[in-house]
């Protein structure tokens, strides 16, 4: 098991910003890709973004692109998801997932199955 844990979510007004944080036990990230998901209430959850275990790689959905980022410190073992000009849209909660088989592969990165470990979630609610 690789215990994920994600902080950082909270209250955000539009157009503020937030960070996510992923962390995990010290090496257990370190050859993993790492993808964000999220689910808001009465919905599926969604691929948000993921990162190559380099971090050289990253691959976002297009209704975060340009706003959100994703960036890791493998020395932290731990994955950040920077989050700006919030909408109420991204009210929802946020996952972090570790695939430690697969190669990069930015299609397979936006699949749930594709992962191995995945956190309890963090809340993020936007208020308008």
């Known amino acids: 098991q690789v215990p994920l844990v994600e902080s950082g979510g909270g209250l955000a007004q539009t157009g503020g910003s937030l960070r996510l944080v992923c962390a995990a036990p010290a090496g257990t990230l370190r050859r993993s890709i790492v993808g964000w998901f999220r689910q808001a209430p009465e919905t599926e959850r969604e691929f948000v973004a993921s990162?190559?275990?380099?971090?050289?790689?990253?691959y976002y959905a297009d209704s975060v692109k340009d706003r959100f980022t994703i960036s890791r410190d493998n020395f932290k073992n731990t994955v950040y998801l920077q989050m700006n000009s919030l909408t109420p849209e991204d009210t929802a909660v946020y996952y972090c997932a570790a695939d430690i088989q697969s190669d990069w592969d930015p299609l397979r990165t936006t699949i749930e199955a594709a992962y191995e470990y995945w956190g309890q979630g963090t809340q993020v609610t936007v208020s308008s």
């Open positions: 990162i190559s275990w380099s971090g050289g790689r990253q």
